[in-house]
């Protein structure tokens, strides 16, 4: 009886234990391998902003503040860097993760916008062109029929000489 | 209804339609290409040449290498970068460009850095061995000060100090999973990007 006891005590341990343990190994490898939640929003949201059409020039602003951030979180996480410090730098960091994602989403609506008109534009281009040059096509024809018959009038005919 | 001439120009026009919508179509959609980085080291004077000190690759403690890494994005997009570095011996393993498998080298430090599509990151990557010794044939190097930041290594020798190498792995950070991968996924591929530099040091370390 006793012995069960003791076996259910160990296990009961061991349960509390275990989970703490490998709590422990897998927050040691966090500083490397894992990313700030607010980066990896503002990522994605720049990402989106390029897909929808983005400029180079424009999306440059974005990553100068991610590097910008970046370089802060950086400097947070120094083991040299003392508490306060480290809670200024990380809500500087914030604040430029903020910047970027406001400015990622508006430039977000603007590319799209701008990539819409520019397609719409290019394809009614094309309707046009087609148009103008059914057109041309139209009046090169009515041009060569009036050569055509001007040519007929114009023949003369001669007896052919033996 | 229609006349003949009226059929073939409404015949002409459909075509010419086609064809003029199809230039509009293609000037407009972005061409999809080849999705690389590139990753290089440059010696002391950005060249691929002087990567060691009086290009002896034999490296005594305090001599300082200077090299330059880089990395350019020809991903079509920005990417975050990570470049680790890692010190390997003659018999570690190398990554491994098949399975896409890093090196099991110990980790000495990394660069993370955004990049636009097109852009070059080039870092200065000046190094060099601090503290190491040497016991029974073995040589083992202890600290290496990378960029004026010193790190400790841990425990890494070299028989009679031949055929130590500095690893560069290219690290990339995955969106879709969110997390950071060793090289880059292109379509249903994996790749990736790594380099090599041996050095000795078979003098100057203390016994």
């Given amino acids: ?4 006891r003791w076996f259910l005590v160990i296990c009961i341990v061991l349960a509390i234990l275990l989970p703490l343990t490998a709590q422990t190994s897998t927050s040691a490898l966090q500083p490397t391998e894992e990313l700030q939640p607010g980066f990896s929003g503002a990522f994605d949201l720049v990402h989106r902003a390029e897909a929808a059409g983005a400029t180079h020039e424009e999306v440059t602003g974005l990553v100068l503040l991610l590097n910008k951030a970046l370089q802060l ?8 860097t003392s508490e306060a410090q480290r809670a200024t730098l ?8 903020g910047r970027v994602e406001t400015e990622a989403t508006r430039l ?3 590319a799209s916008q701008r990539t819409f008109t520019n397609r719409a534009v290019a394809y009614v281009i094309g309707g046009i062109a087609a148009f103008l040059a059914t057109l041309a096509y139209l009046c090169t024809g009515y041009v060569w029929r009036k050569y055509r018959i001007k040519r007929t009038f114009q023949m003369r005919i001669f007896p052919k000489v033996k | ?5 009226r059929r073939n120009l409404l015949v002409v026009f459909l075509t010419l339609l086609v064809i ?10 972005p061409r999809p290409r080849e999705q690389f980085f590139q990753l290089y ?3 002391a004077n950005r060249l691929l040449s002087d990567y060691y000190p009086n290009d002896d690759p034999n490296i005594g403690v305090g001599d300082l290498v200077r090299w330059h890494v880089g990395v350019t994005d020809f991903m079509g997009s920005v990417q975050l970068v990570v470049i680790r570095i890692k010190l390997g011996n003659q018999t570690i393993r190398p990554p491994d460009d098949l399975q896409a498998q890093p090196s099991p080298a110990p980790l000495i430090t990394e660069f993370w850095r955004f990049i636009q599509d097109n852009e070059t990151w080039e870092i200065p990557f000046f190094w060099q061995v601090v503290n190491a010794d040497a016991l029974g044939g073995s040589t083992r190097i202890l600290e ?4 004026n930041e010193t790190y400790h290594v841990p425990g890494l020798n070299a028989l009679d100090g031949h055929n130590f190498r500095v690893i560069l792995e290219l690290w990339t950070w995955e969106p879709q999973s969110e997390t950071l991968q060793f090289g880059w996924s292109s379509g249903n591929e994996r790749r990736v990007a790594w380099v090599q530099v041996w050095f000795n040091m078979t003098s100057t370390v203390r016994q």
């Fill in chain 1, 1 to 4: 009886m006793l012995r069960i």
């Fill in chain 1, 73 to 80: 979180d950086e400097e947070a996480t120094r083991p040299s």
């Fill in chain 1, 90 to 97: 990380l809500a500087q960091a914030n604040e430029t993760l």
């Fill in chain 1, 108 to 110: 977000e609506v603007t």
């Fill in chain 2, 1 to 5: 209804m229609f006349s003949q001439s």
């Fill in chain 2, 20 to 29: 003029f919508e199809t230039v509009a179509y293609v000037t407009t959609t």
């Fill in chain 2, 41 to 43: 080291v440059l010696g």
């Fill in chain 2, 144 to 147: 290496m000060q990378i960029n």
